[in-house]
């Protein structure tokens, strides 16, 4: 089975703090994604990236950065958080080739808190 | 033009009943087509993968699309309780989502025992 682990279930910064949701996966998968989920508003896209030290904006990366250095490693990174950032962020990660990769799977979530 | 519609629900239907869910979008390109089922609190989790249109099975659980129309269904046959949760739809025009995954708002289902 695919594995997407997020570093974190629970977090709690503060306001200007910098923060970063970590995610693993463990099927070689090229494309791997950062959504947050709110209420009413759904998953959105935040960023996405196809291959290592490569990324793309999704619909809402105002405030967000990502890293990359590994094929299995996709940081989101939030510069200076606020309160508007509080959201349930969800890591996803799917792969391109063969039959490893046809779906894509996703963590269990990281909820972020800002105060 | 990637907006995918849901009716966000909350959808009731008692214990044993079909559940249909539905999905319409606009982008003609998309021909990846995925459900997923989430629980509160937890990440979804994905149920059927489907590419193009056709039907899929997968025990109580059938999916369809219909690119025709632009539409997408999932039926839950012989609901339990335990299928309480938001489904979500997503699809994307490249394999691999190398478009970045575009997500339904979720339908959220209730059933009654």
């Known amino acids: 089975d695919v594995k997407v682990t997020q570093s974190s279930r629970y977090l709690v910064k503060r306001t200007g703090e910098k923060v970063f949701l970590e995610c693993v996966q463990d099927?070689?998968?090229?494309?791997m994604f950062w959504y947050r989920q709110d209420p009413g508003l759904g998953l959105r896209l935040i960023y996405f990236?196809?291959?290592?030290?490569?990324?793309e904006k999704g619909d809402i990366p105002e405030g967000y950065s990502v890293s990359r250095e590994k094929k299995e490693r996709f940081s989101l990174i939030l510069e200076s958080a606020s309160t508007n950032q509080t959201s349930m962020y969800l890591c996803?990660?799917?792969?391109?080739?063969?039959?490893?990769?046809?779906?894509?799977?996703f963590g269990q979530g990281t909820r972020l808190t800002v105060v | 033009q990637k907006e995918v519609e849901q009716d966000p629900g909350p959808l009731s239907v008692p214990e044993g009943a079909i559940v249909s869910l539905n999905c319409t979008y606009s982008n003609s390109a998309f021909q990846y087509f995925m459900w997923y089922r989430q629980y509160s609190r937890k990440g979804p989790e994905l149920l059927m993968y489907t590419y193009s249109s056709g039907n899929k099975e997968d025990g109580r659980f059938t999916a369809q699309v219909d690119k025709s129309s632009k539409y997408i269904s999932l039926f839950i046959r012989d609901s339990q309780p335990s299928d309480s949760a938001t489904y979500l739809c997503?699809?994307?025009?490249?394999?691999?989502?190398?478009?970045?995954?575009?997500f339904g708002k979720g339908t959220h289902l209730i059933i009654q025992p």
């Open positions: 099927m070689d998968h090229e494309n």
């Open positions: 997503a699809m994307s025009a490249l394999r691999g989502g190398a478009d970045g995954l575009t």
């Open positions: 990236s196809y291959d290592v030290k490569m990324k």
């Open positions: 996803a990660s799917w792969g391109r080739q063969g039959a490893k990769g046809t779906e894509a799977f």
